[in-house]
């Protein structure tokens, strides 16, 4: 099996040797990241630039790929340099990738290139973010791995850890993690604004959500699907628009 493992912390980031050492297990592995940290750019495709594809040393020591752009790119450019693999892991990241966040994360995101070209991909999440421990995720995904064989493919999961949780796996549906947003107005040196962009999530979700699985010390589950299409609305709309108007 080949495994290709991103993330959108960087190459630096130290979750990237626990994870590689664990999969090994199942096969050949393969770290593909960005040069630098990449959070927050969702699914985002680097075009008005050109990209560089280089040998990066991790932080144990070993070598593996680093990439000058975003998640998607990494998997894209680990196709065309390396093959195909089997199973895209997007991970591990330092803090939740819960309800909404799934739309701005670049964890995510890597995990959703590999999906459009029919790989299975694994988006991978410990909620601790000022001190992640990062073994109990790598597990988890190994525990994912032995289960694959019954998975129907291609499978696309979004799985969160929570701080020493119970060890039981729960599959959730997206809850909503719902940010405030505030922007924060600056002078530079030149005397010049700029705007910094911050906010905190207020967490929304029923016995069936990722928030609340977490929040109960749960390890998540979520299955993802790419076609994002509200098929409630779309009768509704077909007779709305099917006669012919004038615009």
């Not at 073994?135 to 791995?145: N, P, T």
Request: net charge negative; charged share 25%; aromatic share 8%.
């Amino acid at each position: 099996m080949k495994i290709l493992i991103t993330n959108d912390d960087g190459i630096q980031s130290p979750a990237l040797p626990v994870l590689r050492d664990v999969l090994r297990e199942f096969g050949t592995v393969e770290v593909v990241a960005p040069e630098r940290e990449a959070s927050a750019s969702s699914h985002a495709i680097t075009v008005h630039q050109p990209l560089r594809f280089f040998q990066s040393t991790l932080t144990d020591g070993t070598k593996g790929w680093a990439v000058t752009g975003t998640p998607a790119d990494c998997v894209v450019l680990g196709m065309v340099k390396l093959g195909r693999p089997d199973v895209v892991v997007s991970g591990i990241n330092p803090g939740a990738n819960l309800g909404d966040d799934v739309t701005y994360s670049g964890t995510v995101g890597g995990a959703f290139e590999a999906a459009l070209y029919g790989i299975n991909a694994i988006a991978l999440s410990v909620t601790d973010a000022s001190t992640p421990e990062y073994g109990e995720a790598a597990l988890v995904a190994a525990r994912i791995f032995r289960s694959m064989g019954d998975l129907e493919h291609p499978f696309f999961l979004n799985v969160n850890v929570p701080p020493r949780s119970n060890g039981e796996i729960r599959i959730t549906k997206m809850g909503r993690r719902l940010w405030s947003s505030n922007v924060h107005e600056r002078i530079d040196p030149r005397n010049k604004p700029y705007y910094w962009i911050s906010g905190i999530p207020r967490e929304v979700g029923d016995e069936e959500s990722d928030v609340v699985a977490v929040k109960r010390g749960y390890i998540s589950i979520t299955p993802i699907k790419l076609d994002l299409t509200d098929y409630s609305r779309m009768e509704r709309l077909r007779a709305l628009f099917s006669q012919p108007k004038d615009l």
